[in-house]
T-cell receptor, first 113, second 115 residues
Framework: QKEVEQNSGPLSVPEGAIASLNCTYS??????FFWYRQYSGKSPELIMS????GDKEDGRFTAQLNKASQYVSLLIRDSQPSDSATYLC?????????????FGKGTKLSVIP | SAVISQKPSRDICQRGTSLTIQCQVD?????MFWYRQQPGQSLTLIAT?????????ESGFVIDKFPISRPNLTFSTLTVSNMSPEDSSIYLC????????????FGEGSWLTVV
């Protein structure tokens, strides 16, 4: 059973602070990792993808991957109230069914003005 | 990315009826999937829609309850059959686009409420 674990939150940060969202996964052979943002009443929207160990930056967002620790994180710098949403970690595995995404339950982020 | 259109976007359905959701993509697609998101929950894969053949269902989902068609590369339908209140959920079409580096994108979702 492939599992993806996230803290459900809510995670509250003040406006302008750094929000740190964490995710662990069970399938050591996983190759692709994604962060989606989901606003209430909307469908998931892709924010970042990461495939190699290390950091990947895109604007205010940085994804970090450590395959040895089976850990992926998302940092949001200069957090804005518009960043308030649920953030879903998703992992694409290895072997049979490797085209499928396994989702965590999501972390609800609240940015306080 | 691409435009992934789902219809209907929202519906209220009577218990025991069936509803078909359509998904149309405006770009070349390699894979199409159907997900369900129950209230307050994360996403669960229902099935992979295969062009011209039977869909591949995940554990807990069966063809009689969730028949799926994919007559061509860019169009698929999901039917939710004999609905009960437990089927109240968001149903999401998702696709892997050709040349997207195996990234999966979602349609806007179909919000179903069964009464």
């Amino acid at each position: 059973q492939k599992e993806v674990e996230q803290n459900s939150g809510p995670l509250s940060v003040p406006e302008g602070a750094i929000a740190s969202l964490n995710c662990t996964y069970s399938d050591r052979g996983s190759q692709s990792f994604f962060w989606y943002r989901q606003y209430s009443g909307k469908s998931p929207e892709l924010i970042m993808s990461i495939y190699s160990n290390g950091d990947k930056e895109d604007g205010r967002f940085t994804a970090q991957l450590n395959k040895a620790s089976q850990y992926v994180s998302l940092l949001i710098r200069d957090s804005q109230p518009s960043d308030s949403a649920t953030y879903l970690c998703a992992v694409k595995g290895s072997g049979a069914g490797s085209y499928q995404l396994t989702f965590g339950k999501g972390t609800k982020l609240s940015v306080i003005p | 990315s691409a435009v992934i259109s789902q219809k209907p976007s929202r519906d209220i359905c009577q218990r025991g009826t069936s509803l078909t959701i359509q998904c149309q993509v405006d770009s070349q697609v390699t894979m199409m999937f159907w997900y369900r998101q129950q209230p307050g929950q994360s996403l669960t894969l229902i099935a992979t829609a295969n062009q011209g053949s039977e869909a591949t269902y995940e554990s807990g989902f069966v063809i009689d309850k969730f028949p799926i068609s994919r007559p061509n590369l860019t169009f698929s339908t999901l039917t939710v059959s004999n609905m009960s209140p437990e089927d109240s959920s968001i149903y999401l079409c998702s696709v892997e686009l050709r040349g997207s580096g195996n990234t999966i994108y979602f349609g806007e979702g179909s919000w179903l409420t069964v009464v």
